[in-house]
């Protein structure tokens, strides 16, 4: 393998380095945007899990052992069957998370509906499959309640969590309900110094088979 080859290769190997996704593109968007016909319910009388603490569990209709974790910083309830509502025992919260139990998967698509006692505004943080940070902050929220959002991606990754941050002018959100999302396999991406030692291993590969050529 003369020199330009050997430049040719190693500039190929470090290419594909540089080469990975680096990010989602999340986005949110008031609505039910796209219908519900591709994502499940959360529901929470079939799950077995615990209907109150500071965590409490629901699990998709399709399959009741895919699990979702909603969290908080305070005890949360419950209330009533099926595609049931998260409230807090104190009536009101200001933070809550939604994640997947099952850390290899994600959502490609998260619907949901808080229910407000005041007018005022909220801050919403989702995290990507490659840990990247997605702030959507001072969204209005209505206080006679059904504040519906979709949570997506423009090309067609994940989120792996979705957290709820209210501001000052709004600790009166009294329940999270009709949740639903589209659970997706998060596929691990090689780091940056792994493809190019690949890169690398191919190259010596061929000047191996070249030699003996």
Do not use: W, Y
Not at 202 to 212: C, D, F, H, T
């Amino acid at each position: 393998m003369n020199k330009h080859s050997l430049l040719g290769a190693f500039a190929f190997a470090c290419g594909l380095a540089f080469a990975t996704p680096a990010s989602a593109t999340l986005t949110l968007q008031p609505g039910n945007v796209g219908g519900s016909g591709d994502v499940d319910n959360v529901i929470f009388n079939a799950c077995g899990t615990a209907s109150s603490g500071m965590t409490v569990q629901g699990c998709l209709n399709t399959s009741h052992t895919t699990l979702v974790n909603f969290t908080s910083n305070e005890m949360l309830n419950i209330s009533g069957g099926g595609q049931a509502s998260i409230q807090a025992q104190d009536g009101t919260f200001n933070t809550i998370s939604i994640a997947l139990a099952d850390p290899t998967l994600g959502f490609d698509k998260l619907q949901f509906n808080l229910d407000a006692t005041a007018d005022g505004f909220a801050n919403f943080t989702a995290v990507d499959q490659f840990g990247n940070i997605f702030n959507f902050n001072n969204i209005e929220l209505d206080g006679s309640g059904q504040n519906r959002f979709t949570l997506g991606s423009l090309d067609g990754q994940v989120a792996v969590s979705f957290t709820l941050v209210s501001t000052v002018g709004i600790s009166l959100i009294s329940e999270l309900d009709q949740v639903r999302l589209g659970p997706a396999t998060i596929t691990p991406v090689p780091a940056p110094a792994g493809l190019a030692l690949m890169g690398l291993g191919l190259l010596g590969l061929g000047m191996v088979r070249r030699k003996a050529a």
